[in-house]
């Protein structure tokens, strides 16, 4: 896991460069970059619920890095500070995650992606009353984020 870890960063920090130094010339709007970054995540969960985790890192990566774009021109959309956040965690970065899921929370309080997967983080991260904060939010929204999030904290 250290290694898968170690790679991560590596992509993430030269994703980052790249993002960071890149043209001014963009593939697209926030709203494609938003799309494309999703496609990602969808495969990257695939991939990781078959354990190929190396191949889902790398897709995570690819994923935050045109969220970060998406991100650089919209500040202010909490699903892709949502987004931002779970690539984040689901790669083992805790604290940005949680930074971005707080930014989010911030613009939409009632966010049920970011209270969802920021009580996961919480989970995660052993912070369980944080988790149940984040479940009283969901709490009433006959949503699968407060399931989700509720069995999580009941088995933890």
Known sequence: MKKIVCIFIFLLLANFSFAAGGSSSSNGNEANLYKEAKKFIVRAKKLENKDKLEKALKLYSKAYDKLLKAYNK??????????????????????????????????????RGINEYLGELYVKTNRI???????????????????ELKELIENN
């Open 74 to 111: 919209d500040k202010k959309n909490p699903d892709i500070l949502n987004y931002l956040g779970f690539t984040l965690r689901k790669t083992g970065s805790f604290e940005e995650a949680e930074k971005f899921y707080l930014a989010g929370l911030e613009i939409k309080p009632d966010h």
């Open 129 to 147: 009353e944080l988790a149940r904060k984040r479940l009283e939010v969901l709490n009433g929204c006959k949503c699968e984020e407060f399931e």
